[in-house]
Structures are given as structure tokens and as C-alpha cells.
């Protein structure tokens, strides 16, 4: 007949760690941008979209190994490119993520941030799914869209709606430019 193990050695548990496996502040998915000229694009943001710094490490050569920034409550994280390493959207020509921010005063933040030079690419307007929606892409390549909730009529969205469908329907969409517009002051 096997042994049974003492009372101490059963009762013994792993010790629970009392650090959070997630940072504090973050959420379960933060976005992570490679950029060229990833100490210029913080200013930017932080002219663009009133971007807090939170943390910004550097290698010898002054180029940033690892940055966050906070933008409302949402943290985001960057660093310049390095050789063999994730590339940013200028030197590819594109990207295929979009970052979007809802905001309480959709208008104000939209007009800042094309007055800091964000190119529009899909002009902010009221959708037929109740949001006052843009989209811009910054100075280093990265897709922004912006929005807020807006009260509109059930006719007004069906109007909206009818729009864009019919835009699709012609395989144009809805809003979208054909090239990135410069900002108009």
C-alpha cells in the first residue's frame, strides 16, 4: 500500500503572485508601431492627438529601441525601424491596420490633427450607422479613423445608408478619396 503524503506537504500551494500579468493601464490588445522617425511621430501624435508620454528608451545612436504613449485611456506602443526588424508603412507604401479613436468632440480632434498635417482620406461625416466617422492617415503612414456617436433620424441614416450601398454597388466607396488629400487650413 503506497504512502500517503503528509498534511504539510498536500496543503503546500504554488505562492500567487501578487503582480498583475498586465501593466497597469493597459488592455488586453495595445498596438505596437514601427515608424521612421519614431521621436518625431511622438511630437506628432502628441500635437495631432493630444498623446501623453509615458515611457521612451533609446539606443546609443538616439534611435528609439521602445516608446508608449497614451492616447484618451488607451496606450500605444512604437519604436523606430531597425534593420531586419518589423518595417514601417512609408517604406512598404501601405498599411493594412487601422487605428481609431472615439472621442467625446469628434470635430475638434479631426480639425487638430489636419492642422498638424494628417492627410484625409475618407472626409468626416455623418454614417448611416449613427457615428460622425473620418479617416486620416498621419505623416509616417499610419490609418487613423476618428468618431463619435451622433443622434440622426431613422430617415437620415436610411438616406445615408441608400448612399453607400449604391456606392458599393458601383465599386467606389462611400467617402473614400482616391488619394490622400493635404489638409486645408
Known amino acids: 500500500m503506497p504512502k500517503s503524503k503528509s498534511k504539510k506537504a ?36 502628441k500635437k495631432a492627438f493630444n498623446a501623453k508620454e509615458l515611457a521612451r528608451q533609446a539606443v546609443p545612436d538616439g534611435k528609439l ?45 479631426w480639425q487638430q490633427a489636419v492642422d498638424a498635417g494628417a492627410k484625409i482620406t475618407m472626409p468626416l461625416d455623418n454614417t448611416f450607422w449613427g457615428e460622425r466617422y473620418g479617416q486620416l492617415t498621419d505623416p509616417y503612414g499610419h490609418h487613423w479613423s476618428i468618431s463619435q456617436q451622433v443622434n440622426m433620424t431613422k430617415k437620415e441614416k436610411d438616406e445615408k445608408q441608400k448612399q453607400a450601398m449604391a456606392m458599393f454597388a458601383q465599386q467606389e466607396h462611400p467617402g473614400r478619396t482616391e488619394e490622400p488629400q493635404v489638409a486645408q487650413n
Open 65 to 109: 529601441m521602445h516608446a508608449r504613449i497614451r492616447i484618451g485611456d488607451s496606450i500605444v506602443m512604437l519604436s523606430d525601424t531597425f534593420p531586419g526588424d518589423t518595417q514601417s508603412p512609408d517604406v512598404l507604401g501601405n498599411s493594412p491596420v487601422t487605428l481609431h479613436i472615439y472621442i467625446n468632440n469628434v470635430d475638434k480632434l
Open 10 to 45: 498536500k496543503s503546500k500551494k504554488p505562492a500567487k503572485s501578487k503582480k498583475s500579468p498586465i501593466p497597469p493601464g493597459f488592455r488586453t490588445v495595445t498596438p505596437y508601431l514601427a515608424i521612421n522617425g519614431a521621436a518625431a511621430a511622438i511630437d506628432w501624435y
